[in-house]
């Protein structure tokens, strides 16, 4: 495909074998593809070398890594940078921003602002675990309710653009921690439903 499309330089990436070469089976792979190079790179590495290679930005180059991982399936090791990426650093930047640009005493002074709150965070947990009334497990159901990034976008973005009433954002924070609350304290019940599953369906044996 990137022949046909007239692409200058093909690269690929993949990351080093244990003895920090490269796996014959991509050598012979890039030598019949006719690319120009073969970086020894992987996971997020990888997508960061190729966004600065071609001057384009992170989430661009994450979003072709994410059509190929579509066709070909999810790399574990990927999978796992990525959440400790987002749970590790994106995770309390969002906290940092909250804590920053949102006023919790906004809930004192316009108490229909913590009815609100509230409300949103309730109604989220009652409409996800309607789920299970599709035989899935209510604490897996409940807890799909947990929210942070979008609550964060529409107060910030509803603030700055002066469509929020006061108060209005911090009761969305609040109904996103009470969807967090939840979560956290489902996770006894969820921890048995994952037990029940591995009963259930046991790992292969290599």
Same mark, same amino acid.
């Given at each position: 495909?990137?022949?046909?499309?007239?692409?200058?330089?093909?690269?690929?990436?993949? !990351? !080093?074998?244990?003895? +920090?070469?490269?796996?014959?089976?991509?050598?012979?792979? /890039?030598?019949?593809?006719?690319?120009?190079? &073969?970086?020894?790179?992987?996971?997020?590495?990888?997508? /960061?070398?190729?966004?600065?290679?071609?001057?384009?930005?992170?989430? &661009?180059? +994450?979003?072709?890594?994410?059509?190929?991982?579509? +066709?070909?399936?999810? !790399? *574990?090791?990927?999978? *796992?940078?990525?959440?400790?990426?987002?749970?590790? &650093?994106?995770?309390?930047?969002?906290?940092?921003?909250?804590?920053?640009?949102?006023?919790?005493?906004?809930?004192?002074?316009?108490?229909?602002?913590?009815?609100?709150?509230?409300?949103?965070?309730?109604?989220?947990?009652?409409?996800?675990?309607?789920? /299970?009334?599709?035989?899935?497990?209510?604490?897996?159901?409940?807890?799909?309710?947990?929210?942070?990034?979008?609550?964060?976008?529409?107060?910030?973005?509803?603030?700055? &653009?002066?469509?929020?009433? !006061?108060?209005?954002?911090?009761?969305?924070?609040?109904?996103?921690?009470?969807?967090?609350?939840?979560?956290?304290?489902?996770?006894?019940?969820?921890? *048995?439903?994952?037990?029940?599953?591995?009963?259930?369906?046991?790992?292969?044996?290599?």
């Amino acid at each position: 495909p990137a022949e046909v499309a007239g692409v200058d330089q093909r690269i690929a990436v993949t !990351p !080093p074998s244990k003895d +920090g070469g490269v796996h014959p089976a991509m050598i012979l792979a /890039a030598a019949e593809s006719g690319l120009d190079a &073969l970086w020894l790179l992987g996971g997020a590495q990888a997508i /960061a070398a190729l966004a600065q290679w071609r001057h384009v930005s992170i989430m &661009l180059a +994450g979003f072709c890594v994410g059509l190929a991982v579509a +066709g070909v399936g999810e !790399p *574990k090791r990927v999978a *796992k940078q990525v959440f400790a990426l987002t749970d590790g &650093l994106f995770a309390p930047i969002f906290f940092v921003w909250l804590g920053a640009s949102l006023n919790l005493r906004d809930l004192a002074a316009h108490p229909d602002a913590l009815a609100l709150g509230l409300a949103l965070g309730l109604s989220a947990l009652v409409v996800h675990g309607a789920m /299970a009334m599709t035989k899935q497990p209510w604490p897996v159901a409940v807890t799909t309710a947990a929210q942070m990034g979008v609550p964060v976008a529409a107060a910030t973005t509803g603030t700055h &653009l002066g469509l929020l009433r !006061p108060g209005e954002d911090t009761a969305m924070l609040l109904g996103a921690l009470v969807t967090i609350v939840a979560t956290a304290a489902l996770s006894g019940p969820l921890a *048995k439903v994952a037990q029940q599953d591995d009963r259930v369906d046991p790992p292969p044996t290599p």
